[in-house]
């Protein structure tokens, strides 16, 4: 124990770096309590602009502060790089991976979710999600790699399986992505190649339901997939892939099959729970949904285990509306600070009403001057929606030096429409040939199942 920590204060031991963590540990900076922070990176990371990193426009120490430079001044906190193996809820201990067991007092849990393939995990290596920095960078490798081997296929058609690219998933993370790739091919690659001409890249957003943004109202959703078809994306809705291979993707519309050869395809479709959600349900009984999240009582703990807290993606709050919370970093922000707070009001022998999520609106991207934000009593796009989701996401970095960087990075690729951190980097790409299939090859079946919708 270091010396700023005193003895026989509560321990509170926070699992994940992430905005439910990062957030409980810094409302807790004057609290009399113990706090240990436990990571298996060394950095917090901005996820919201994570797409960025993986389409070239800002690079990963912009979206990323240290955890130990953040809590620097919090005296009353220490940081520990590792991973957690288990959890012994009967003795209150942590375990860990290279570290002797952790005791706590309260527990706060808020390791959030991985990429899920709906039972196919076989297609991870062949479309990659984008949860982490090492995802970013492996699409923006796969993106700026595609470019760079069609400019040497002489090949038509297969020059143009270089030159598709399929985004699987229609929620914020697939349009953002989307929109992007069509930026980088229309006009921030424009004139750099000259074999190739850029502006033929085909981008296809695919979709399960009727329509893009699900959770946004049906109005924004028109007006996003409008944005998008703009930029040069094609947007196709009510399409199940039911098979990843080859460099293939395989579709259903109705009852037709169609095959899409593509060499750069991404993930958006699904998250799943981490294993932390497995383990406390295997250890205290409580009850997980269908994606692995822990149901939490109405103050985030577990039921039976008021010590327990769960919060962030991995948390499923069913306490609030007809569905659950989101998984999104506004909710776990206000999650934290809840919590903290009522950590606060228990070593005063108080209690704490409980979690109400205030809802400020949501907000997407699709582009340049180009965003859908909805604010409850307000909903609009355009370019003062994208100009609120450029204050916003400005606001939140946590670092002041992370906000100047981002701030005069985007002002200078607004106006030069440039991306400067488009460097190809890691395992050189094998630039072997695709096999083909007509763009639109399609058989009528009937009766089958798509695997996940």
Do not use: C
Request: net charge neutral; hydrophobic share 40%; no cysteine.
């Amino acid at each position: 124990m270091t010396k700023n920590l005193e003895k026989n204060q509560p321990k509170v031991v926070i699992l994940g770096g992430g905005f439910g963590g990062l957030y409980t540990v810094q409302d807790l900076k004057n609290t009399p309590v113990e706090v240990t922070l436990i990571d298996k990176r060394n950095f917090h990371l901005f996820q919201p602009l994570l797409y960025q990193v993986a389409t070239g426009v800002l690079s990963p120490a912009d979206i990323s502060s240290p955890l130990r430079l953040v809590l620097r001044q919090h005296k009353n906190t220490k940081v520990l790089l590792d991973e957690v193996t288990d959890i012994d809820p009967q003795t209150k201990q942590v375990l860990l991976k290279g570290h002797e067991p952790i005791p706590y007092d309260i527990l706060v849990v808020a390791t959030g979710v991985s990429h899920h393939y709906f039972g196919n995990d076989q297609w991870s290596d062949l479309a990659p999600g984008l949860k982490t920095i090492e995802d970013a960078l492996e699409i923006r490798r796969r993106i700026f790699m595609a470019f760079e081997a069609a400019e040497k296929e002489s090949d038509r058609v297969k020059r143009q399986t270089w030159l598709t690219f399929v985004v699987i998933g229609g929620g914020p993370t697939g349009v953002e992505l989307a929109g992007a790739i069509a930026e980088i091919a229309h006009s921030a690659m424009q004139g750099d190649f000259r074999s190739i001409d850029t502006s033929e890249a085909k981008i296809l957003l695919i979709e399960g339901l009727d329509r893009i943004l699900p959770p946004y109202p049906p109005e924004l959703s028109a007006k996003a997939e409008k944005d998008l078809t703009e930029l040069g994306v094609t947007v196709q809705t009510q399409t199940m892939v039911t098979d990843i291979n080859d460099h293939i993707v395989t579709v259903r519309q109705g009852e037709q099959l169609k095959q899409i050869a593509s060499r750069t395809i991404l993930w958006a479709a699904g998250v799943k729970a981490s294993t932390m959600g497995r383990i406390l349900a295997d250890h205290t009984g409580v009850e997980l949904d269908r994606a692995g999240r822990v149901i939490v009582e109405p103050d985030l703990s577990i039921r039976g285990y008021p010590d327990i807290f769960v919060i962030g993606d991995l948390a499923n709050f069913p306490h609030q509306g007809e569905r659950p919370l989101p998984g999104v970093a506004p909710v776990a922000m206000q999650e934290g600070d809840y919590v903290a707070k009522l950590i606060q009001k228990r070593l005063k022998g108080e209690n704490l009403a409980p979690f109400f999520y205030k809802d400020f609106g949501s907000l997407a991207v699709i582009g340049q001057n180009k965003a859908v934000v909805n604010l409850g009593f307000a909903k609009f796009s355009g370019f003062l929606a994208w100009i609120l989701w450029v204050w916003a996401h400005i606001y939140y970095l946590i670092e002041f030096d992370n906000k100047l960087v981002v701030m005069l990075q985007w002002g200078w690729n607004y106006f030069t429409l440039g991306r400067g951190a488009r460097l190809v980097t890691g395992e050189g790409q094998r630039i072997s040939e695709p096999q083909i299939v007509p763009e639109a090859k399609e058989k009528v079946t009937s009766g089958s199942q798509s695997k996940f919708r």
